[in-house]
């Protein structure tokens, strides 16, 4: 069984489109998160959410929002498409947040901005 | 601005070897240190946490740590081709004032095992 996936594995769209990226986690995880990794391979959080908080980089631009309609999903709605939006995305979750918690990933998502 | 920071490398080392990977991280109150192995075209793979000054040893696997000079080592004996890949440093701190701990990932450094 897969614990963290994410749908769709790749995603090719035209600038000002908008997209979203679904993840879901069968772990029993309280904690998902959104990562972005930019061509030079960086891994850089975007946000990270629980039942109670909602923690965005304050680097992320506000057309990327999480929406989570249950704790095993937290999906990734982006709107207006930049040419710099092209990434892959990566999910993951852990436990509960904490500081010793491992976070499990997903298998990504390549998004390409045409 | 906290910051993890690795050599990107490539670190090109022969097979049967030790492969020496390092990170450095600002953040003085900083808890947990995670190495992640990342495959080209794969997402990232827990391969150790520390918490504690020392060494940690996992198989071919021993993190040390080192808080005071806020640095973290990953060495990995006997190399092998399949150890060939992206080594992430992760730190978990407490991140733009949540409660809770987020990772900041340095760039990574990219292994090559030559068989």
């Known amino acids: 069984d897969t614990a963290v996936s994410q749908t769709p594995k790749y995603l090719v769209t035209q600038m000002g489109n908008d997209k979203s990226i679904k993840c879901e986690q069968n772990?029993?995880?309280?904690?998902m998160y959104w990562y972005k990794q930019d061509s030079k391979k960086f891994l850089k959080i975007m946000f990270s959410?629980?039942?109670?908080?909602?923690?965005i980089n304050e680097t992320v631009p506000n057309r990327f929002s999480p929406k989570s309609p249950d704790k095993a999903h937290l999906n990734l709605h982006i709107n207006s498409l930049e040419l710099g939006d092209s990434a892959v995305y990566f999910c993951?979750?852990?436990?509960?947040?904490?500081?010793?918690?491992?976070?499990?990933f997903g298998p990504g998502t390549r998004l390409t901005v045409l | 601005q906290k910051e993890v920071e690795q050599n990107s490398g490539p670190l090109s080392v022969p097979e049967g070897a030790i492969a020496s990977l390092n990170c450095t991280y600002s953040?003085?109150?900083?808890?947990?240190f995670f190495w992640y192995r990342q495959y080209s075209g794969k997402s990232p793979e827990l391969i150790m946490s520390?918490?504690?000054?020392g060494d940690k040893e996992d198989g071919r696997f021993t993190a040390q740590l080192n808080k005071a000079s806020q640095y973290v080592s990953l060495l990995i004996r006997d190399s092998q081709p399949s150890d060939s890949a992206t080594y992430l440093c992760?730190?978990?701190?407490?991140?733009?004032?949540?409660?809770?701990?987020?990772?900041?990932f340095g760039k990574g450094t990219k292994l090559s095992v030559k068989p």
């Open positions: 772990l029993g995880h309280d904690t």
């Open positions: 992760a730190v978990n701190i407490r991140f733009y004032g949540g409660s809770q701990g987020n990772l900041i």
């Open positions: 959410y629980n039942n109670k908080e909602l923690i």
């Open positions: 993951a979750s852990s436990q509960a947040g904490g500081w010793s918690d491992t976070q499990y």
């Open positions: 953040d003085r109150g900083s808890q947990s």
């Open positions: 520390i918490y504690s000054n």
